[in-house]
């Protein structure tokens, strides 16, 4: 049981290069949802979703894209990088998209933009 | 729109000494409350958690966290720190009834031996 898993761990890429960050789990949870983490900043949420085709912004979703086309898979896309997205991007997962349960979090995306 | 905020952005503390780290919240209907903790280089782990009952809840590694509903608080506790929970704490809430989770801007707690 793998529970949350990012990849890749670590990404340099170049202003103007576009990719998509990975995020699978294997616990069946309704819910998933990307964070990016920066010094100072906290946890802020760019999108999220409550159930495989739903998708919702979150506080900080531009320059960013996410598509839930099946219950384990919710991928982060990077159309056009900018420095500005030089952060770690964090994945989490819970059961119920409007339970009290708490967030499962992946490894995390340590990416920079130069 | 829910908002979290954390009083301390560092604290610092030697080995013994007792912990309390402030957190309060916005919005005044009815929450989940969420202590996270990462350590250095890690992903974020949940501490503990309240729902609904005894405002005083306790978690993992000898933490507890007070709900007090009349001040938009949850503070969290440890009576005697170890050099090993040199970490990043951080506050999270969840409006009852959503989905989404707003995070506070972390403590940073160094332990000195």
């Known amino acids: 049981n793998a529970g949350v898993t990012q990849t890749p761990k670590f990404q340099v890429l170049k202003t103007g290069q576009s990719m998509t960050l990975q995020c699978a789990q294997d616990?069946?949870?309704?819910?998933m949802s990307w964070y990016r983490q920066d010094p100072g900043m906290g946890l802020r949420l760019i999108h999220y979703s409550v159930g495989a085709g739903i998708t919702d912004q979150g506080e900080v979703p531009n320059g960013y894209n996410v598509s839930r086309s099946t219950t384990e898979d919710f991928p982060l896309r990077l159309l056009s990088a900018a420095p500005s997205q030089t952060s770690v991007y964090f994945c989490?997962?819970?059961?119920?998209?409007?339970?009290?349960?708490?967030?499962?979090f992946g490894d995390g995306t340590r990416l920079s933009i130069l | 729109a829910q908002s979290v905020s954390q009083h301390n952005h560092h604290v610092i503390l030697s080995e013994a000494a007792s912990l309390e780290l402030g957190c309060n919240y916005s919005?005044?209907?009815?929450?989940?409350l969420f202590w996270y903790v990462q350590y250095p280089g890690q992903h974020l782990q949940l501490l503990l958690k309240y729902f609904s009952g005894d405002p005083l809840v306790k978690g993992i590694k000898g933490f507890e966290a007070e709900f007090i509903k009349s001040k938009f608080s949850f503070n969290l506790r440890k009576p005697s720190v170890q050099w090993s929970d040199t970490a990043e704490y951080f506050c999270?809430?969840?409006?009852?009834?959503?989905?989404?989770?707003?995070f506070g801007k972390g403590t940073m707690l160094l332990v000195s031996p």
């Open positions: 616990m069946n949870h309704e819910y």
């Open positions: 989490a997962t819970s059961p119920y998209s409007y339970s009290n349960q708490p967030q499962h």
């Open positions: 999270a809430v969840k409006n009852s009834g959503y989905s989404t989770l707003t």
């Open positions: 919005y005044g209907g009815t929450v989940n």
